[in-house]
């Protein structure tokens, strides 16, 4: 297993931006599709992004496309994810997750197939 830690959550004014970090160690970050999923206060875990291990691929949740950008270093076992335009919201705590068996097509319509998660960062988007 892999440990995924994510850091960079806070608060931000609304049409703001944020860059999450997650540093994954134990594993071959480079061998993992990595991710981001979100849950809000009283809501369901909702899927964020996915990234392929090369990093040429990526999925987005609609609610996120055209504001949100996923990227990776595997150089550093890190992954980003740069938010920009942000919404109240979007206020939610932000999980990495990692899986080294499923592609990023997978991890985004089917979040129960990944095996690592991190504890989660909060954001918090103020009107």
């Known amino acids: 297993q892999v440990q995924l830690i994510e850091s960079g959550g806070g608060l931000v004014q609304a049409g703001g931006s944020l860059r999450l970090s997650c540093a994954a160690s134990?594993?071959?970050?480079?061998?993992?599709?990595m991710g981001w999923f979100r849950q809000a206060s009283g809501k369901e875990r909702e899927f964020v992004a996915a990234?392929?291990?090369?990093?040429?691929?990526?999925y987005y949740g609609d609610s996120v496309k055209g504001r949100f950008t996923a990227s990776r270093d595997s150089a550093k076992s890190t992954v980003y994810l740069q938010m920009n335009s942000l919404q109240p919201e979007d206020t939610a705590v932000y999980y990495c997750?990692?899986?080294?068996?499923?592609?990023?097509?997978?991890?985004?319509?089917?979040?129960?197939?990944?095996?690592?998660w991190g504890k989660g960062t909060l954001v918090t988007v103020s009107s």
């Open positions: 134990g594993g071959t970050c480079s061998t993992y599709t």
């Open positions: 990234i392929s291990r090369s990093g040429a691929d990526t």
């Open positions: 997750a990692a899986d080294p068996y499923i592609s990023s097509r997978t991890m985004s319509i089917n979040p129960t197939a990944v095996d690592d």
